[in-house]
């Protein structure tokens, strides 16, 4: 197993933090599940660059529940 960490400002940490309190969840559930599903729409690390262009681009998470 590995950690994985970034920084932001503590005002955008805050509201994170009360965000995932109000759905019940922690912000360490929420982090892994966005790694998990950025890994999951590009697939497999080892592609070709090539293969990885074809792919669509990364639009990140919307409101509507998804980045397809």
Do not use: D, N
Request: glycine share 10%; proline share 4%.
């Amino acid at each position: 197993m590995r950690t994985a960490t970034t920084k932001v400002r503590r005002e955008v940490y805050e509201e994170f933090r009360a965000l995932c309190q109000e759905r019940g969840e922690t912000p360490y559930s929420v982090l892994q599940g966005f790694l998990l599903a950025f890994v999951e729409h590009f697939g497999e690390t080892a592609a070709p660059a090539a293969e990885v262009q074809e792919k669509r681009p990364w639009t990140g998470w919307h409101s509507s529940g998804g980045g397809s």
